[in-house]
């Protein structure tokens, strides 16, 4: 994950003004050993002058950047294009449907090897087309902040799902910083906010005043996917569908769309890895043995079906005081029978990548350690479900563990992921309402109901989830990756009937039908029927004091 930190303040010589100037310069030093964990590749200082006003206001605009290069050739940052444009891009872009590569070729006349970093690639496409006509027609999950020195505005956003932190700190009309992190001192931190995803912002730095364009979808109701002359900004996907059932089509078709559609999005992530040749064999999958990542683990591994390579389970499971048990957790226990589940299909026997099964076993006395760490990182979130979520996340990715190679084959301990692509099943619930409260709302208003409360939770996944998990994940030079999340698949699924989410069965309620109708149809039997709980409660890092039983999740945490 690269790092972004930005800075605009006014040059005067004003007590006051210097010392906000101190301020911010402070925060950005402080920050500046945190962001480099996030982007250990490279990192560099723009500082430069403009001039804010027509009565002589100079403004001062500090860009500060880190990379975790993941595409080749290794980009640094921040980027500046020959007449002063800048730009800080934490992200990647994928190439659906060819349209990067024709970009690419038709802006360099055919040669592409020029920009064959996406970074790169942006900047030219920013600078020729403009902010929002290239947000419309790129797919990939990001955060920027990019500097147009003719027009004089700066930009800022964060992809349209939110898959990428981004905070922003405007505490004065005239100063403004943006950061993927906030500050850990407590003072600095005051008035940094995480910014909303659906919006783009462009600040005019003549006027200092702000400009919010927002995603919105097609008022006809069909997806205008390109289109070079777009002024708004339109979601590349519809708005939840409120049909019941498929008239149409069948529901073997259907299984079959959702197979190759997230086959593709899942290709997208793992093929676009820029490995240094040490690492070139390994990919990694956030393990819980539920049914989300089995299946991304199992089309992880089509995907790599002739590559030599390992593709590492990686699962997380905490020694919790309040509860007892060791790391024998639930998620460890369906982790296990899950890559048993996997080694056997018949699919994968023939398939040169094999999965290693990672145990990453976190003592009662690391959490304590680490704790104060993972509060400043998920900041602004704050709460004990924050926290424990976050917790998890964070020795997730630091991906020390135990690796077993296969069930009966010696442990090697100490064992560390050179993988630096995390794939992560976050999203499926969302989209095919796998969350018991979904089951309640279906019972309590039947499908109309459900479709509210599924909007509900995908319209705030960047401000749950994704913000935070981001923070703390990239905190050990680490990117999540989530094929559930991308454009294509999310517009598949966002159009996929309610019957095929959530379903009555025997006595019960079953949600994620369409997924357990693709798992049965794999092979995968027992994940299919499995029931898996959340990550602070499979892993068991939520309330790990003895006697924290009954604090409330949403309670701020200290
Ligand atoms: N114990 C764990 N160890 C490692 N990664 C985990 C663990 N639990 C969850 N994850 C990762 O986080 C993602 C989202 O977790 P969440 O708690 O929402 O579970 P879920 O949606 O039920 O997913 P799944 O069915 O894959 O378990 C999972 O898909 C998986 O990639
Ligand atoms: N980690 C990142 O955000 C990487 C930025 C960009 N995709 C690159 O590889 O250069």
Same mark, same amino acid.
């Not at 301020?23 to 964990?37: A, G, I, N, S």
């Not at 240094?276 to 539920?290: E, M, V």
């Not at 296969?406 to 995390?422: M, Q, W």
């Not at 019957?499 to 798992?519: C, F, H, P, T, Y």
């Given at each position: ?41 490279? =990192? @560099?200082?723009?500082?430069? &002058? /403009?001039?804010?006003?027509? #009565?002589?206001?100079?403004?001062? !605009?500090?860009?500060?950047? %880190? ?21 800080? =891009? @934490?992200?990647?872009?994928? &190439? /659906?449907?060819?349209?990067? #590569?024709?970009?690419?070729?038709? !802006?360099?006349?055919?040669? %592409? ?446």
């Amino acid at each position: 994950m690269c790092g972004i930190f930005f800075s605009l303040i006014p040059k005067s010589k004003s007590a006051l003004i210097a010392r906000e100037l101190d301020k911010y310069t402070l925060v950005r030093l402080q920050l500046e050993e945190t962001l480099k964990r996030r982007g250990p590749d490279c =990192f @560099n200082t723009v500082v430069c &002058d /403009v001039k804010t006003n027509d #009565e002589g206001g100079i403004g001062q !605009l500090t860009f500060f950047s %880190t990379v975790l290069s993941m595409r080749d050739p290794l980009t640094p940052q921040p980027l500046q294009s020959q007449e002063g444009r800048i730009l800080q =891009f @934490n992200g990647e872009l994928y &190439d /659906v449907v060819g349209q990067l #590569e024709e970009y690419r070729s038709g !802006l360099l006349g055919g040669d %592409t090897s020029v920009s064959k970093n996406d970074t790169a690639l942006l900047s030219q496409l920013f600078n020729r087309f403009g902010v929002l006509e290239t947000l419309q027609s790129v797919r990939g999950e990001y955060a920027f902040v990019y500097y147009d020195s003719l027009s004089k505005c700066l930009w800022w956003a964060r992809d349209c799902i939110g898959r990428r932190s981004l905070l922003v700190n405007r505490c004065r009309k005239d100063c403004i910083a943006l950061s993927s992190l906030a500050p850990t001192h407590a003072t600095f931190r005051g008035n940094w906010r995480e910014v909303p995803a659906g919006e783009v912002y462009k600040l005019d730095l003549h006027t200092m005043g702000i400009e919010v364009v927002k995603w919105s979808y097609e008022p006809s109701g069909s997806l205008v996917l390109y289109s070079y002359f777009l002024e708004l900004t339109r979601y590349p996907y519809l708005p939840i569908c409120h049909d019941v059932s498929f008239y149409q089509l069948s529901y073997d078709t259907v299984v079959g769309e959702l197979s190759s559609t997230l086959l593709a999005a899942v290709r997208r992530r793992v093929l676009a890895i820029h490995h240094a040749p040490s690492t070139a064999d390994t990919y990694a999958i956030l393990f819980s043995g539920g049914i989300d990542c089995t299946l991304l683990a199992y089309l992880t591994a089509i995907c790599l079906r002739d590559h030599t390579a390992h593709v590492d389970l990686l699962n997380v499971a905490f020694e919790n005081p309040r509860i007892g048990g060791g790391y024998n957790t639930p998620d460890r226990i369906l982790g296990r029978q899950s890559w048993q589940e996997l080694r056997s299909l018949p699919a994968l026997q023939s398939s040169q990548c094999d999965f290693r099964f990672v145990e990453i076993n976190v003592p009662y006395t690391q959490v304590l350690e680490h704790k104060s760490r993972v509060q400043d990182l998920m900041f602004p979130k704050d709460s004990v479900m924050d926290f424990s979520i976050a917790l998890a996340f964070f020795f997730a990715a630091r991906g020390l563990g135990t690796m077993f190679a296969s069930p009966d084959a010696d442990p090697a301990e100490e064992y560390s992921t050179t993988s630096r692509v995390l794939i992560s099943g976050l999203g499926a619930d969302e989209l095919f309402a796998g969350y018991t409260r979904h089951g309640t709302s279906f019972a309590r208003g039947g499908y109309e109901t459900l479709a509210d409360e599924l909007t509900l939770d995908f319209g705030r996944l960047h401000e749950r989830n994704l913000g935070r998990d981001d923070r703390v994940g990239a905190d050990w030079g680490k990117e999540f990756r989530y094929p559930y999340l991308d454009e294509e698949f999310v517009h598949f699924a966002l159009q996929c009937p309610l019957d095929s989410k959530m379903r009555v069965r025997g006595n019960g309620i079953e949600g994620k039908w369409l997924l357990r109708q693709l798992a049965r149809y794999i092979g995968l039997r027992h994940v299919a029927e499995e029931k898996k709980r959340a990550i602070q409660f499979g892993a068991r890092s939520a309330k790990m004091e003895v006697g924290q039983g009954k604090i409330k999740g949403t309670a701020k945490f200290v």
